[in-house]
Every structure is written in structure tokens, then in C-alpha cells.
């Protein structure tokens, strides 16, 4: 590895960031590099120049409890909402449940397939009876129309009022 390589290794080195397994092998190059050496020295010069004028910010007393306290409050938020959410959950599902596995759906599916053999059977009654095409036709409309109806009675309801 080269010089200019090496120079992120060692600034890694002083801050206590090289893993152990490249640790030996950058401090043996700066045992036998005059040029990463001096630059190691400088580096080092200038961190503790920086430390000395530099002064860190004092934090209020209380920073550390309030801040504390903060994510303990966001910890208990965040479990309520989630116990409220999978309540709602529940309560959605097993709305959902009754209202496709409940009896009224399935006797809704019953009277209308009853409605529609019977209609059915009307109509090649009427087809098949002397002149009574004309008659078929008329009662399959309006058989047609009563199925619609009976299949979405709250969109009628709502196109008629």
C-alpha cells in the first residue's frame, strides 16, 4: 500500500477506528515511513491544537433526564398506537368475516339463483308457447330489471332519491 493510501488508515488509527487486524500493519509502515510519520505528528498536533481552543458545548442540567424521558413517552406511544391499531385490526376482520361468511349473504345467494330458475323457466314457457316470443322477451326484461334490483338494492335506493 502506498503513502497516499496509508493516509486514511492513519487518520482511522488516530480516532480509534482501524480494525485490530489492520492496526500492526499501519503502525509498522509508520515505523519505517519518514514522510506518513511526519504526517501522523501533524496530525496528531493539530487534534490536540483543536482540543485545547476548542470548548464543548455545557448542556442545560437537565438535558439528560428530559431527553430521557422523551423516548420513554415515544416508547409508550408508539406501543399504545400499535395495540390501538391491531384493535382495529381485529375489530375490521372480523367485520369482514361475518359480513362474506354470515347467513344473510348466503340466502341473499339462494334467492336470487331461486329467482333467476324460475325466470328462466318462465321465459321458455312463453318462448315456447304459440306466438308468445314477443311475451318471453317482454318478461325477460322485466325479469332482468327486478334481478338488477334485487342484487344492488342500495345503489337504487340511493339513484331514486
Same mark, same amino acid.
Given at each position: !500500500? ?13 480516532? $480509534?477506528?482501524? *480494525?485490530?487486524?489492520?492496526? %500492526? ?5 509508520? =515505523? ?10 501533524? &496530525?496528531?498536533?493539530?487534534? %490536540? ?10 448542556? $442545560? *442540567?437537565?438535558?439528560?433526564?428530559? &431527553? ?25 376482520? =372480523?367485520? +369482514?368475516?361475518?359480513?362474506? +361468511?354470515? &347467513?344473510? $349473504?348466503? /340466502? !341473499?345467494?339462494?334467492?336470487? %339463483?331461486?329467482? =333467476?330458475?324460475?325466470?328462466? /323457466?318462465?321465459? &321458455?314457457?312463453?318462448?315456447?308457447? *304459440? ?5 318471453? /322477451? ?7 330489471? %327486478? ?5 344492488? *338494492? ?8
Amino acid at each position: !500500500m502506498d503513502c497516499d493510501e496509508m493516509e486514511s488508515r492513519i487518520v482511522e488509527l488516530l480516532e $480509534n477506528q482501524l *480494525p485490530r487486524a489492520e492496526r %500492526a500493519g499501519v503502525e509498522m509502515h509508520l =515505523a519505517e515511513c519518514v514522510r506518513c510519520r511526519a504526517f501522523s505528528r501533524q &496530525l496528531a498536533g493539530l487534534e %490536540a491544537a483543536l482540543a485545547r481552543s476548542i470548548k464543548a458545548p455545557k448542556l $442545560n *442540567p437537565g438535558f439528560s433526564a428530559r &431527553l430521557k424521558e422523551r423516548v420513554l413517552v415515544s416508547e409508550t406511544d408508539c406501543h399504545d398506537r400499535k395495540q390501538q391499531l391491531q384493535a382495529e385490526f381485529e375489530t375490521s376482520l =372480523a367485520r +369482514l368475516r361475518k359480513k362474506a +361468511l354470515g &347467513l344473510d $349473504n348466503a /340466502w !341473499m345467494i339462494v334467492r336470487h %339463483a331461486a329467482f =333467476a330458475a324460475i325466470g328462466g /323457466w318462465l321465459i &321458455l314457457e312463453l318462448a315456447l308457447a *304459440p306466438g308468445g316470443m314477443a311475451q318471453a /322477451w317482454v318478461f325477460g326484461g322485466l325479469l332482468a330489471a %327486478a334481478g338488477v334490483a334485487a342484487a344492488f *338494492p342500495e345503489k337504487l335506493k340511493r339513484l331514486w332519491t
